[in-house]
């Protein structure tokens, strides 16, 4: 595998961490969010991602016999249909007529931890592509 593959899917993937980092943020960020433009409580979202040009298996194969990898793309990002929590506060603005409040049904706990997993993810490919410019310094003073 060349050098500019190689920068090229690490690229591809910060791009991607980028996008689920923003994800987690937008989801942390609206916790508490009681009233959407949509009506209700704030929706979590979630990142899928896909290979770049997803071929049919046995031709994915033989490429990544080749070293023919393309890196990582975000699929959609979808929104969870979970039902929202619930909380008894007859003195919220947004409380029913029971006197209870419908809360996005997002883990304090999980979103930490898919943030860690995204910011280390980012974090090894920065490494990768800073591995790549060294080697490729290193080859050019061989070639001295």
Do not use: C, W
Not at 13 to 24: C, E, P, V, Y
């Amino acid at each position: 595998m060349d050098i500019f593959q190689t920068l090229k899917i690490s690229s591809s993937a910060l791009k991607a961490q980028q996008i689920r980092l923003n994800t987690i943020s937008s989801n942390l960020a609206n916790i508490e969010t009681t009233r959407t433009p949509n009506g209700g409580p704030y929706r979590k979202k979630s990142v899928v991602f896909k290979p770049v040009d997803n071929p049919p298996f046995e031709k994915h194969l033989n490429q990544s016999m080749k070293g023919a990898a393309k890196g990582v793309e975000v699929s959609r990002i979808i929104t969870s249909n979970s039902p929202p929590k619930t909380i008894y506060d007859p003195s919220h603005p947004d409380a029913d007529e029971k006197g209870y409040v419908a809360l996005p049904n997002i883990n304090l706990l999980e979103e930490m931890a898919d943030l860690m997993a995204a910011t280390r993810a980012y974090e090894a490919n920065v490494t990768t592509i800073k591995s790549a410019k060294r080697m490729a310094l290193k080859a050019l003073e061989i070639g001295r």
